[in-house]
């Protein structure tokens, strides 16, 4: 969970803070290693004291450099040893930026004097092999020599070839051990040990900022034997990836069923500590393991005789071949040893797994909070037609955004259901959509119960988030659509938001979050209770915001481009399914549609790169995650910053995507030059829109160069710089768990390239050359055209005359006839709208940017929408041949159209 800041502060949080003070120690020590006390001032040796006294606060929540290592330094520097203290430091700021002391756990466990500093156990790491170092919280109020007893016992436990090395921090607090979870992200598994007090005795000034989350929960007057129970409910929540271990006295008749499922084990004060050990070992295998991958790599050698499909397996006619065998040195032996058709021997099937692949989906659900988890290997397109086709009929009605993802406009089509299209709000200024606002929604839902066609809405589509980076507020949408209509099926396209599930500011606007955090609060006396005086306090024709427990279904899709932000190969995607209602309802038509659209051949290499992907995030999500984001912010203020970039480049805030009205919050930016970073998380939990800080939009039309240009001749062709989309006037970059500060300088520094020949050119220009950049400037960032509405659908294709929903299928395959079409010059629409015809789309028209459909099958061609085509200087737009025109269909076949009975009419039950 990244940290809430209840007032701005210089730093990010609280790893920037570390590194900062770290580094001014290491400064100031460096002036004096050669001086003795005669030669330091009094002021010197105040700030050296000061910031070890800092250091003292932060590094108790960490077990390396830690607070006994502090506690060391700073006895150093009280009998004037500058140089030792000097060149220790300098070693644990090398150690901490490199992180080599997370690959050498000798470095931690080693309690000795450290007279060499500089030696890092590299004999002892040669002997005991690579080890994976991580952190156990013990929460106990411990005296310090039953603290270091313990550490002690423990460490008689390790095995000299164990790859698996844990040192323990122990916090004596309720509060200290949430501000350790939430600083240290090397933490793997929690004990809860006995009665632990609430409040902390060490949160000081210096933390504050960054500890909202701790401050919000008050647990002060709860008995400190509940302390422990409730201490693990809330870790479930916030990393809820940890194992949980519980020591106690109480008996286990005594015991509520609420205490121990939040817990992995409970022990008792009289078992062996030998035995807690070992548990959490076997927590941390069991959570290393990738079943899939695993059976995949030993299947690869396996000496095979190969009788089946691919010539490629074993490699055999790629390395024997004389013309293709640098391909084979270029991928290496092991891609074509994995290279099989068989799903035996270790190996499963993805379209009927039971072994392997069924264990690996299974530990997938487990880590994204789902109830089902399905792999798919040709991206989130087929993942999105997988869950229409398995969920809606033809004749049902979706209520979708008009400008999300093609996949499911073309799902709709294979589907045969109705969509509804709701239109986002504009950023016009950024030739931009924003996300579709709840009013809308609802607007639009009570609209068709006014019409009698609330039993034909079967799902909401959204997407979540945009390409953009707005992020809904998922849990008030769904609360507040489930109270118009109880058995909404929800589909979240969260293609670019597979990373969010493993931070807790994130994490709360995800599908599947709230569909557990729903299932659970609707089933409470408590919330039955509140829906009761709810509904007595409506007056007549007032409509509830509550769902009603006794008829509310919690039902939740999600599907994720894990590719996109997590660590996969290209094409690999997942199904999150959260569905009370699945094994009833829909079990058979998912499979049915997941066979259809599955191939009987799918990538292996794919499969086992989600099935590794989910380990790291287990293990090291919450970390990569939070760093990523930190990056994001690094970004931001130092374009902001510096002003040779901000004089042709500006970094869109919050205020510049999100109106007013949907930021209660009152956030505007994330970083400002009088105050620092602002807070962000009041933000996350309550406004309705919110802004991904990983989505960096950067306008570029003040440099006179549109968003097109500058991604493919300046970033790509002249600095090998990859980003996401553009717009007219600007880019998008996106920061992820593999985004490096080594990438992050080089396109700051790019950007600093960039900007200064643009200072040589532009003083050199002539006058009509300077006019001519100023119009250019002028045509980029304020003659923008506006952005088309959906207009709607010809009365030929609506569902029901005048009511919301059209049947694309219909003129989708209408348009298959060519007899039925014609192509119309764009220049000339204009004219023939005025003239009073009707012009009728026959295919989708998508513009790149922006990426969706401003033309569906069977939709009426507004002027508004002519007028913004003809506006567009972008030279992608799939669904349109400019040498021919756009193509509508002729006025004889809509004549005919309007003949035939209303689709509605036609439907059963319809």
């Not at 760093?627 to 970004?635: D, G, H, N, P």
């Not at 080089?746 to 050359?769: C, F, G, R, W």
């Not at 789309?841 to 998508?846: E, G, K, L, M, P």
């Not at 007028?867 to 025109?885: C, M, N, S, T, W």
Request: proline share 4%; glycine share 6%; charged share 25%.
């Amino acid at each position: 969970m990244t940290a809430s800041k209840k007032s701005s502060t210089p730093h990010f949080n609280v790893a920037q803070l570390r590194i900062d003070l770290w580094n001014r120690l290491r400064s100031q020590l460096h002036l004096h290693q050669k001086d003795d006390r005669r030669g330091v001032d009094s002021g010197s040796l105040k700030s050296i004291s000061e910031l070890l006294d800092h250091l003292a606060i932060v590094e108790q929540y960490y077990s390396f450099p830690g607070k006994r290592r502090i506690k060391k330094l700073q006895e150093i520097v009280n009998n004037e040893e500058f140089y030792t203290a000097s060149n220790r430091v300098n070693e644990l700021v090398r150690q901490l930026v490199s992180e080599s002391y997370r690959s050498n756990p000798g470095l931690i466990a080693d309690d000795s004097d450290e007279e060499n500093s500089g030696n890092d156990n590299s004999d002892h790491n040669s002997r005991s092999g690579t080890k994976n170092h991580f952190e156990v919280l013990f929460v106990d109020n411990l005296p310090r020599q039953e603290e270091e007893a313990m550490r002690s016992k423990i460490a008689e436990f390790r095995e000299e070839d164990e790859h698996l090395l844990y040192d323990i921090i122990v916090q004596h607090s309720f509060q200290d051990a949430l501000i350790a979870l939430l600083l240290n992200y090397n933490i793997q598994a929690v004990v809860i040990r006995y009665a632990p007090p609430y409040a902390s005795k060490n949160i000081e000034y210096l933390l504050k900022p960054f500890l909202g989350y701790i401050h919000d929960l008050d647990f002060s007057d709860v008995s400190e034997e509940d302390l422990g129970p409730i201490l693990g409910k809330i870790i479930k929540q916030f990393r809820p990836e940890l194992d949980i271990y519980y020591v106690t006295d109480t008996s286990l008749l005594q015991l509520k069923d609420s205490t121990v499922k939040n817990f992995r084990r409970i022990f008792y004060r009289k078992d062996d500590i030998q035995e807690l050990h070992l548990a959490i070992l076997r927590g941390i295998r069991e959570r290393y393991k990738t079943p899939f991958y695993s059976a995949l790599k030993e299947y690869s050698q396996k000496p095979v005789g190969v009788f089946h499909a691919m010539p490629i397996s074993r490699g055999n006619s790629v390395f024997k071949s004389r013309w293709i065998r640098d391909f084979g040195q270029f991928y290496g032996r092991n891609l074509c040893l994995a290279e099989t058709s068989s799903t035996t021997g270790g190996l499963d099937s993805l379209l009927q797994p039971t072994g392997s692949l069924k264990t690996a989906q299974e530990m997938a659900s487990n880590a994204y909070g789902s109830k089902r988890t399905f792999f798919v290997t040709n991206g989130t397109s087929t993942s999105n037609k997988i869950v229409q086709q398995a969920l809606v009929e033809p004749g049902d009605l979706v209520l979708i955004d008009r400008d999300c993802h093609k996949s499911h406009h073309y799902g709709l089509v294979l589907a045969g259901a109705l969509p509804v299209y709701l239109d986002s709000y504009p950023i016009e200024k950024y030739s931009m959509y924003g996300a579709v606002p709840l009013e809308e929604i609802k607007h639009t839902l009570l609209e068709l119960k006014k019409a009698g066609r609330l039993d034909k809405v079967k799902m909401l589509l959204l997407t979540n988030c945009t390409f953009d980076g707005l992020v809904y507020n998922v849990e008030k949408v769904m609360e507040e659509i489930l109270a118009i209509k109880p058995d909404m099926i929800f589909l979240w396209d969260e293609a670019w938001f597979a990373f969010a599930g493993f931070t807790y500011t994130y994490k709360q606007r995800t599908g599947m979050f709230v569909a557990n955090k729903l299932f659970n609060k609707y089933r409470t006396e408590g919330y039955r209770e509140k829906y009761k005086n709810h509904v007595e306090s409506l007056g007549d024709g007032d409509i509830p915001s509550m769902p009603d427990p006794d008829k509310v279904k919690i039902r939740v899709y999600s599907t994720q481009s894990t590719h996109k932000t997590l660590s996969s190969f290209r094409q690999g995607s997942m199904i999150h399914i959260w569905d009370e209602e699945y094994r009833r309802l829909v079990s058979d038509s998912f499979q049915e549609a997941y066979m259809t659209h599955t191939s009987t051949s799918p990538n292996y290499q794919i499969l086992a790169s989600m099935d590794a992907g989910r380990r790291q995030v287990q293990f090291e999500g919450y970390e990569l995650v939070e760093k990523s984001i930190e990056l994001a912010m690094s970004i931001r203020a130092k374009i902001h910053d510096h002003p040779q970039l901000h004089k042709y480049f500006r970094v869109l805030t919050v205020r510049d995507f999100i109106p007013d009205e949907f930021r209660t919050s009152g956030l505007d930016e994330y970083y400002t030059d009088d105050h620092g970073w602002n807070r962000m998380e009041d933000a996350w939990e309550h406004d309705e829109f919110v802004l991904d800080p990983t989505k960096i939009t950067l306008a570029v039309g003040l440099s006179g160069i549109d968003g097109d240009t500058f991604k493919n001749e300046f970033l790509m062709d002249q600095y090998n710089i990859q980003i996401n989309k553009t717009s007219r006037n600007s880019i998008l970059f996106m920061t992820s768990i593999g985004t490096t500060r080594g990438s992050v300088a080089y396109l700051v520094n790019t950007l600093l390239q960039i900007a200064a020949k643009l200072d040589e050119e532009h003083p050199s220009m002539n006058k009509k050359e300077s006019e001519i950049l100023q119009n250019r400037i002028k045509s980029l960032m304020e003659d923008v055209p506006p952005l088309p509405d959906f207009s709607r659908f010809h009365s030929s294709f609506q569902a029901v005359a005048g009511v919301p929903g059209g049947d694309i299928r219909q003129a989708y395959f209408l348009a298959y006839t060519s007899d039925n079409c014609e192509y119309i010059a764009l220049e000339d629409c204009l004219d023939i709208i005025d003239g009073g015809r009707e012009l009728v789309s026959t295919t989708f028209v998508i513009p790149y940017p922006p990426g969706f459909p401003v033309l569906v099958p069977g939709q009426v061609i507004s002027e508004e929408i002519i007028q913004f085509l003809l506006a567009l200087d972008v030279k992608e737009i799939h669904g349109y041949r400019p040498e021919l025109g756009l193509k509508v269909f002729t006025e004889e076949v809509l004549k005919s159209q309007e003949k035939i009975p209303a689709r509605a009419e036609r439907m059963p039950g319809g």
